[in-house]
């Protein structure tokens, strides 16, 4: 009964190769989210997805690319990876309503190593 | 512009409270939150208080907003090691749906 998911929790690859994390949430949210941490703990949002359609989207290379098949997922796309691009990649999804709290619920997270 | 800051570490015993305190810049936030992150875990949502609220309490947490000081704090009573986490703060301005968070301050509960 997971609310949201992300596959794998761990990813290590070498430089220069294209990689995809997955997620899914059963909660019948609207809006999905990707979040960066880097080593330091800051967390800073990548993109949003409302219903399939791209929200928001923060100053991200364009190696970068999300991708929203249905409203129940959205997997984020690496090309060419490089060294810095080491970080834990976080999932969320919420309701989508822009009043209110529109309370924001994290998947557990995936390690990315980049050798 | 928006900028959330936090200290990024604090120390106490257990039984003891601990406050762990959060600033920002945007004046349009409407809503502030309180996250949780264990190690290796996710983010986990323990509380949010709305703009016009200057205090919201909920079991052994307390959130305190000074809206003019741009100040959030969370107290948490009698701090448990089970506490023990990285606590973030976050703020959604305006009308979307954009969380900034705060840099994170570590709790951590001694005996």
């Known amino acids: 009964d997971t609310a949201v998911s992300q596959t794998p929790k761990y990813l290590v690859t070498q430089m220069g190769n294209d990689k995809s994390i997955k997620c899914e949430q059963n909660?019948?949210?609207?809006?999905m989210y990707w979040y960066k941490q880097d080593s330091k703990k800051f967390l800073k949002i990548m993109f949003s997805y409302n219903n399939k359609e791209l929200i928001i989207n923060e100053t991200v290379p364009n190696r970068f690319s999300p991708k929203s098949p249905d409203k129940a997922h959205l997997n984020l796309h690496i090309n060419s990876l490089e060294l810095g691009d080491s970080a834990v990649y976080f999932c969320?999804?919420?309701?989508?309503?822009?009043?209110?709290?529109?309370?924001?619920?994290f998947g557990p997270g995936t390690r990315l190593t980049v050798l | 512009g928006e900028d959330v800051e936090q200290s990024l570490f604090l120390s106490v015993r257990e039984g003891d409270s601990s406050v762990i305190n959060c600033t920002y810049t945007?004046?349009?936030?409407?809503?502030l939150y309180w996250y949780k992150q264990e190690p290796g875990a996710g983010l986990q949502l323990l509380t949010y208080i709305f703009s016009n609220m200057d205090m919201k309490q909920d079991q052994r947490l307390t959130v305190l907003l000074n809206k003019k000081d741009k100040h959030l704090s969370l107290r948490i009573a009698d701090t448990q090691t089970g506490d023990s986490a990285i606590y973030f703060c976050a703020e959604k301005a305006g009308g979307g749906n954009k969380l900034t968070f705060g840099t994170g301050t570590q709790l951590k509960v001694e005996l």
């Open positions: 969320a999804s919420s309701q989508g309503f822009s009043r209110g709290t529109d309370t924001q619920y």
């Open positions: 909660l019948g949210h609207d809006t």
């Open positions: 945007d004046s349009s936030s409407t809503y």
